[in-house]
């Protein structure tokens, strides 16, 4: 196989978030609180075997708290069965008022066949609530794939 291999796919995927927490800062102070567990649903398009761009919707948790991203995202192959992978993109959360950032993934998948596979995954969000407040959002998301050439 080639370091960069030649065969465009893409992927859905349906994510339970678990373990999920807001942390926001500003006039030297921070408070941190827990978000209900949620489901994420994203479609990645893969140019290569390695580097795709993908995007991804967060169903609306507590009061209506949603974070959306669009990020270009590189996958390593470790087995047939194993991969790595990594996300940088933009977030977009679903409040107006509310202006979205940076945000960073990385994960690993287990593939059970040619078209099922299931993956756990990490992510950080960077959120700008104005009036000096800056807010951290993160996660860990367990989902299932489903790739289609």
């Not at 978030?17 to 479609?43: C, F, K, P, R």
Request: net charge negative; aromatic share 14%; charged share 20%.
């Amino acid at each position: 196989m080639s370091v960069v291999g030649s065969i465009a796919f893409s992927q859905f995927r349906i994510a339970y978030d678990v373990n999920q927490e807001v942390e926001a800062t500003g006039g030297g102070n921070s408070i941190t609180a827990d978000v209900e567990e949620g489901i994420s649903l994203s479609y990645d398009y893969m140019f290569t075997d390695m580097f795709g761009a993908g995007g991804e919707y967060q169903l609306e948790r507590d009061d209506e708290f949603a974070i959306h991203s669009v990020y270009g995202i590189a996958n390593y192959n470790i087995t047939d069965a194993i991969n790595g992978f990594a996300r940088v993109g933009l977030d977009i959360p679903n409040e107006s008022d509310i202006d979205g950032g940076l945000c960073w993934s990385i994960g690993a998948g287990y593939s059970f066949s040619e078209k099922f596979g299931a993956n756990v995954l990490y992510s950080w969000y960077d959120i700008d609530v104005g009036e000096g407040v800056d807010m951290t959002y993160t996660r860990i998301s367990i989902g299932a794939t489903i790739t289609l050439w």
